[in-house]
């Protein structure tokens, strides 16, 4: 493993182990890779050197950039762990590996991907609802995967399941710069629990 500096600022991403039956999920995960290089955000994600996972890690490398991986032990032949990374933390469970990805990250991407990606990301916008973190969580919606997600989350909003400013949480992009720039200068996100007394209305 390299002895790369980390970067002051890292984004956790997110994504399938699988690559998908589109194209653009697999150019767009590149893309996203090469961009955190460049910009010099660093990357961490669940260790795998497959599917979506496996291409942005790889791009992110071969842009000269830094990544970390953490995979639990169980999945560590599973998943095939990527060994070409800065920094690959195994851990004995799930819960571990989120709890670690969360503390080492600024901010959260969820790419395409399937159960896994849907659980990681809806437990760190609860953990946002909860006041355990103010970091920005972000939808990169590559090739609309994510719309009819976005169309159950405004139900969830109608249905006053989800109030209108929990929902803000989550912001959605097609452009991973744009995503980036976001993360700069996120709006201010002010933290409530509802069953302890608050705004709600």
Not at 114 to 135: D, M, P, Y
Not at 151 to 178: G, N, Y
């Amino acid at each position: 493993m390299s002895a790369q500096e980390r970067p002051a600022f890292n984004v956790c991403v997110f994504c399938g182990s699988s690559p998908g039956v589109r194209s653009e999920y697999r150019t767009m995960a590149r893309k996203l890779g090469g961009l955190l290089a460049r910009e010099e955000v660093g990357l961490v994600y669940g260790g795998a050197s497959v599917g979506l996972m496996g291409e942005v890690a790889n791009a992110c490398l071969e842009a000269g950039g830094y990544v970390e991986g953490v995979i639990p032990d169980g999945l560590f032949a599973k998943e095939v762990a990527h060994t070409g990374l800065n920094q690959l933390f195994v851990v004995e469970s799930m819960h571990a590996r989120k709890a670690l990805m969360a503390r080492q990250s600024d901010a959260f991407v969820a790419m395409p991907g399937g159960f896994g990606t849907l659980e990681e990301l809806f437990e760190v916008i609860t953990w946002s609802q909860l006041g355990i973190h103010q970091k920005p969580i972000a939808l990169f919606n590559v090739a609309g995967y994510y719309d009819p997600l976005l169309s159950f989350l405004e139900k969830a909003v109608t249905e006053q399941f989800i109030p209108a400013h929990h929902r803000q949480r989550v912001s959605t992009f097609s452009d991973p710069a744009s995503m980036l720039s976001s993360f700069r200068s996120p709006a201010p996100v002010t933290p409530t629990i509802p069953w302890l007394g608050s705004d709600e209305t």
